[in-house]
């Protein structure tokens, strides 16, 4: 099987923004439960960080997003609204808590609003989604948009989640810097991995096992002290 990705200049800079930490979508204010984890001590260091991210990425609720994601992109390709609506509500009835579905509203709203003003020509599909429209959608109208290689857009969709997820970790547990860059290396084979499973779910392998994510952000939702908004 072919894995390559062939991507013009223009697509693989756009795939940078998209998935740029300068993106601002307000990704930098969520944790994700982590800052939970973190406090009740469940990850403590590079080690139990690293684990937590890859069971997310086997079995978590980021499968799902990313998922989504894909489908998004594929109904913005076929100009399909009514599967680009239909998975949109789909996703946030998926959400298990508040700050969860918040979160992703938040995002995707911010994504929207700066795509419209960026690239006008995307309006009629984020005018059929409507509001709240889910990040991972946002994404995939994005990518639909600028004809960016599916494989490249799950990829920088997952890098990025890990990317923002490993920051976390590095104010909140804390780790260095470079602890962080080596622990972003790691996840390299694991994210690639995942997209190729990801990719190729059909509809009714929709799945995910996150208790432990779920668990963690109805916690923080009344936790004492927080710096993160999940």
Same mark, same amino acid.
């Given at each position: 099987?072919?894995?390559? $990705?062939? *991507? ?6 756009? #795939? +940078?923004? &998209? /998935? ?7 990704? !930098? ?82 994504? $929207?609003? *700066? ?6 020509? #995307? +309006?009629? &599909? /984020? ?7 889910? !990040? ?95």
């Amino acid at each position: 099987m072919d894995n390559s $990705i062939t *991507l013009t200049d223009s697509q693989f800079l756009c #795939i +940078l923004q &998209l /998935a740029s930490p300068a993106l601002p979508v307000g990704a !930098y204010s969520y944790s994700e439960g982590l800052e939970t984890l973190v406090e009740n001590k469940a990850i403590a260091n590079q080690t139990t960080l690293k684990h937590w991210l890859q069971a997310e990425l086997d079995y978590g609720a980021i499968r799902l997003e990313a998922a989504v994601m894909v489908r998004g992109y594929k109904s913005g390709i076929k100009g399909d609204l009514e599967a680009l609506c239909r998975w949109n509500m789909w996703l946030s009835a998926a959400r298990e808590t508040q700050e969860l579905r918040n979160s992703s509203w938040q995002m995707g709203r911010s994504l $929207i609003q *700066l795509l419209s003003k960026l690239q006008p020509q #995307i +309006l009629p &599909l /984020a005018n059929a989604v409507g509001n709240p429209c889910n !990040y991972a959608i946002a994404v995939g109208i994005a990518a639909a948009h600028w004809q960016i290689n599916i494989k490249a857009a799950l990829l920088g969709y997952l890098h990025s989640w890990a990317s923002n997820l490993i920051t976390a970790g590095i104010k909140l547990i804390p780790l260095g810097q470079t602890a962080g860059q080596e622990l972003l290396l790691e996840l390299q084979p694991l994210i690639s991995a995942a997209s190729t499973e990801i990719i190729v779910l059909k509809d009714d392998e929709l799945s995910c096992c996150s208790w432990g994510l779920s668990l963690a952000s109805m916690q923080h939702e009344t936790q004492y002290t927080r710096l993160f908004r999940s």
